[in-house]
């Protein structure tokens, strides 16, 4: 390269700019690109390293060529293609030579281009990947307050809400145990739950992943880490686990329902089962009564209070949910194919916990549960019912008679008390059956029953044999009671002239009577065989009168 004498004056022969020259062998051995170019922009010459660079001279497509001339010394960059794809990056640089020529150097900047974009995109990947896998990023300086947080702030709060307040300031609970937090690691840590308080006050539960960090000492000079919002997920686990819960509890009230082989202890059962299970002080459970004008109780286990005022709610709503009389009450209607047939009430007392939404959820299945074993149970006595009854007249059959006062019996004997048996036989029935035919028979029989029910207390039992043929039984009754009734049978009897079926042939009474003292040792069928005897007594000596049976041992059946 040539200098004119006065270079170092910094001026060309011409009184111009410093001109520089580089002859063929200075071109090729530059490093880089390089091409001279006279006033035109026309390329003179060039090494071989800026082939590239002449193409794109000749071709038009380098853009930056006017103002590399105009203002020579000052650089451009320049992207050219190359073959096979990408492209080549060159920092160019324009110096005045010779005549107006100009001499164009290029540095190749691709490699650190490259670098550089490359570094640019990985910080962005890793934005945007700390960004879509964690609601926030954060960082903590040496005195433990927030020194960063994600430009979206977290919480529900803005960032600069955050930084500088300690997070001890928002945590409510710290699921990392003992040692310090994520927030203050002084080891990495992964996953640790914690719930923290949000901007409008609820509790969000975050999966907080952390790293310490220290200086070239060693010195712990904060921490920095990501959290996730995982609230939704654990109020998801929270309620699959209370589901699971209640369905194990309503497991184990409904077998212990099902376990009990009488239907009448179904309900005694269901209501400890369900006290138990709810944590509650008693249970009541109620049944509509048959002709649905009001509930009854069916079973109770526990402390309960009057429970008046939680059924008479139920005319206006299913549920019943308050403080009552001192207790926390809690009480559902119980259907079956919704019609409500009963009641299920709970009681807490009142400085125990409020009932909790899992609490009135399990009582509604608990009730549905219970309406089912209340239908199951009135099923049961009727079929009971249809079995002990008389199918006409609904009094006691012939089986369920006799079972009864053997019943009673034994525990009379046991403790001394009388008792006595009137065998009742319907006078001439036939004739009304024959005269007026059998469904104004079945109407004699009807009145028949009412009359036997107006002259028996509530203890006493009233039964159709079969036919024309009823017994009572009158519970502690002695002989002159018993004979009372027999006067009084008879005296009503002229109520049934209106079914006989002939004047001649008057529906009437034959009764016998066989009293029990209670002090002997006759056996009830001893009772039962004098009773039949004194009734049959009557018919032979002319129907429509009453006889009493001598005492037990004195002819009266005797052994």
Sequence with gaps: MDAPEDK????????????????????????????????HGAVIAANARADGLVAAIAQGHLACLTDLLAAPGTTRVEG???????????????????????????????????LRAALVESRQRYKDLVEISSDFAWEIGPDGRFVFVSPKGALGFAADELVGHRPADFVIQDGAGPGPGPFSAIVGVEDVEIWMRQSDGTDACLLASATPIRNEEGEWRGARGVCRDITQERLRDAALSRANNRERLLGYIVRTIRDEVEPADMLKAAAEATSRALGASGC?????????????????????????????????????????????????????????????????????????DDDRLLVDDVANQAGLAAEQITNHERVVKLSRTDGLTGLFNRRAFFEEISRRFGRLTHEQRPAALIYVD?????????????????????????????????????????????????????????VQRCHDLLGTAHELACFSGSPEKPLHFSL????????????????????DRAMYEVKRGGKGAWRLAPPWGDGGGAR
């Design 8 to 39: 170092h004056r910094g001026r060309t022969a011409h009184g111009g700019r410093l001109a520089v020259t580089l002859g063929q062998d200075g071109l090729s051995a530059f490093p880089g690109p390089a091409l001279l170019l006279d006033r």
């Design 80 to 114: 050219l293609p190359v073959s096979g794809g990408g492209s080549l990056i060159l920092d160019l640089v324009a110096l005045p030579a010779e005549g107006g020529q100009a001499l164009v150097i290029g540095r190749d900047v691709t490699l650190e281009r490259n």
């Design 284 to 356: 009541q459970i109620f049944r509509i009564l048959p002709d649905g004008s009001d509930f009854e109780l069916a079973a109770v286990y526990g402390e309960a209070g009057d429970a008046r005022a939680v059924l008479d709610s139920f005319l206006a709503s299913d549920h019943f949910d308050a403080d009552l009389q001192g207790w926390r009450v809690l009480a559902t209607v119980c259907r079956y194919r919704h019609s409500i047939n009963g009641a299920v009430v709970l009681w807490r007392s009142a400085e125990r916990a409020a009932w909790s």
């Design 426 to 482: 319907l006078d001439n029935f036939k004739a009304v059956n024959d005269m007026h035919g059998h469904q104004t028979g079945d109407h004699a029989l009807l009145a028949v029953r009412d009359l036997l029910l107006r002259h028996t207390r509530p203890i006493d039992l009233v039964a159709r044999l079969g036919g024309d043929e009823f017994a009572i039984w009158l519970e502690g009754a002695e002989e002159r009671i018993a």
């Design 512 to 531: 016998g009577v066989a009293v029990h003292s209670g002090g002997d040792r006759e056996s009830i069928e001893e009772l039962i065989v004098r009773a």
